[in-house]
């Protein structure tokens, strides 16, 4: 079993060569795993679709802010985020 990570928004989905949304593959008694760390992001904004062999797992973030608050640092991304595997055709994406 095969898996090939794909990103068609590389330049945006990167910055200074870290991932916005990592992952750990893992193999375990048969089954694959995969864990994304997507700290900071509401759990039902989460959608994990599976079309013609490609995995899609989007995340959105929204910005949490009052009228009041005024940055000093600014470092997190908002917005909705995409990260795209190529799934082995031995996979069962049913499962």
């Known amino acids: 079993m095969y ?8 330049r945006v989905t990167r910055r200074a ?4 949304m990592p992952l750990d593959g893992v193999r375990r008694d048969g ?3 995969l864990r994304f760390d997507v700290p900071g992001i509401d759990p039902e904004s989460i ?6 062999g490609v995995l899609s797992v989007s995340v959105k973030r929204e910005e949490e802010r009052t009228e009041n608050d005024k940055f000093f640092v600014r470092e997190r991304t ?3 985020f995409t990260r795209r595997l190529f799934l082995s055709k031995n996979l069962n994406a049913d499962a």
């Open 3 to 10: 898996l090939t990570s794909y990103d068609p928004f590389a």
């Open 17 to 20: 060569g870290t991932t916005v």
């Open 31 to 33: 089954d694959v795993l």
């Open 47 to 52: 959608e994990v679709t599976v079309d013609r």
């Open 78 to 80: 908002m917005g909705t």
